[in-house]
Structure formats: structure tokens, C-alpha cells
């Protein structure tokens, strides 16, 4: 009996170092284009755009500290505290709580925007995140939903709004985050497809609500 050809160490070890590296850049894609980082990126430029003199911090700070800056304390204290496996909320039952909570943090969010007449625009953003991750909540019951994808989806979908097609180069991100996600085996491609088609009709949604296209 032939015995099996044995492969090369030195191409196992090229597998293995372009498998690393390829593992890292996922997890740089997703460090990077992580949800809360996008809404804060999101409603930075929003709030520049739209601000009437000196109302840009009253703006920025009362729209990122609802989808941005207290979402992610939250977070960083379940975990910390070992309420949550990983700060990825890999873990799907972790995950339905934790929604619930965000769900609430952006409805008194977009409350808040609309107390404070605050630009249309940024009130439905912020409108469509409280309903996204309503339905990731729901979702999340029997199915682990990508919120990188729809993280990263729903801002380029306003900006294409705002500035027409010149952000149409940034939709790369999408299928680059989506990738990553998959890549790390956080998702499947079609939690992916899922996650990207909800942060997409979400934003479109309360576009068309708020009488915005």
C-alpha cells in the first residue's frame, strides 16, 4: 500500500500565517465598523450638518449618548461584572436582554430628540434604530441576526441620503464587514444578508415616515 504524500511544514506554515492574518484583519473590520462606533459616527455628521448655531454638542451629545455612548457602558458593565460571555454577545440567549435594553435606550432617545425639535433627519435615525433592534430583539428568540451588517448598512443608507451618490464608494464596507463576520464564524452569510436588509428598509422606512423621501 502507497503511503499518502505528507505536505511541506513550510506550507502549513504559510497556510496557518495567512489564516492568522486573515483572521486579524476580520477582527479589525469588526473592532472598527463595530455598531456603536458607526451610530456615533453617524450622528457626529448629522449633527454637524443639521445644527442651527451652537446647537451641534446640545445635538451630538443628546443623540450619541442614546445609541452610542450609553449602549456601550451598558455593555462594557454586563461585561465586566460577567453577565455576558464576550463583549461580541456571542452567546445568543445573552443577546435578547441586552436588546431589550437598547430598544429603550433609542425610543427614549428619539423621545427625547423630538422634545428637543431636533433635525427631522436625525429624529428618524434614531426612529430606525429603536425599530431595528425591536426586531432584532424578536429575532434574536430563534435566530442570531447580524448587527455589524445592519450596523454598518443603516448610516451608509442615510448618508447616501444626505450627500446623494457620493458615499456610493463607502458601500464596500458592507460586504468587507460581512465578510469579517463571517470569517470569524460569528455569523452565517445569511444572518448577514438578514442583518444588512434590516438596517436597509428600517432607515428607508422612517425616511418615507417622516415625509424625507
Not at 2 to 22: D, E, F, M, N, Y
Not at 78 to 86: G, H, K, M, S, V
Not at 191 to 204: D, N
Request: hydrophobic share 60%; glycine share 6%; proline share 5%.
Amino acid at each position: 500500500m502507497i503511503p499518502a504524500p505528507k505536505v511541506a511544514r513550510p506550507q502549513l506554515r504559510r497556510a496557518s500565517h495567512t489564516q492568522r492574518v486573515l483572521t486579524d484583519l476580520a477582527r479589525i473590520f469588526s473592532t472598527i465598523f463595530n455598531p456603536f462606533l458607526t451610530a456615533l459616527a453617524l450622528f457626529t455628521i448629522i449633527a454637524h450638518e443639521k445644527a442651527v448655531g451652537g446647537a451641534f454638542w446640545f445635538l451630538f451629545f443628546a443623540s450619541t449618548f442614546f445609541t452610542s455612548i450609553a449602549p456601550m457602558l451598558y455593555v462594557l458593565w454586563l461585561y465586566a461584572t460577567q453577565r455576558i460571555t464576550d463583549l461580541d454577545m456571542s452567546v445568543r440567549a445573552e443577546r435578547e436582554k441586552v436588546f431589550g435594553a437598547f430598544v429603550i435606550c433609542y425610543g427614549v432617545g428619539t423621545f427625547v430628540l423630538y422634545l428637543m425639535h431636533a433635525p427631522t433627519l436625525m429624529i428618524a435615525a434614531m426612529a430606525g434604530f429603536t425599530a431595528a433592534s425591536f426586531v432584532v430583539q424578536i429575532i434574536t428568540k430563534f435566530w442570531k441576526i447580524s448587527t455589524h451588517a445592519l450596523g454598518v448598512t443603516a448610516p451608509l443608507i442615510v448618508l447616501l441620503y444626505m450627500y446623494g451618490l457620493q458615499p456610493l464608494p463607502f458601500l464596500l464596507i458592507v460586504p468587507l464587514v460581512g465578510w469579517s463576520r463571517v470569517w470569524l464564524r460569528a455569523h452565517t452569510v445569511w444572518q448577514v444578508i438578514a442583518g444588512t436588509g434590516l438596517g436597509a428598509v428600517s432607515v428607508l422606512f422612517f425616511l418615507r415616515v417622516f415625509r424625507l423621501v
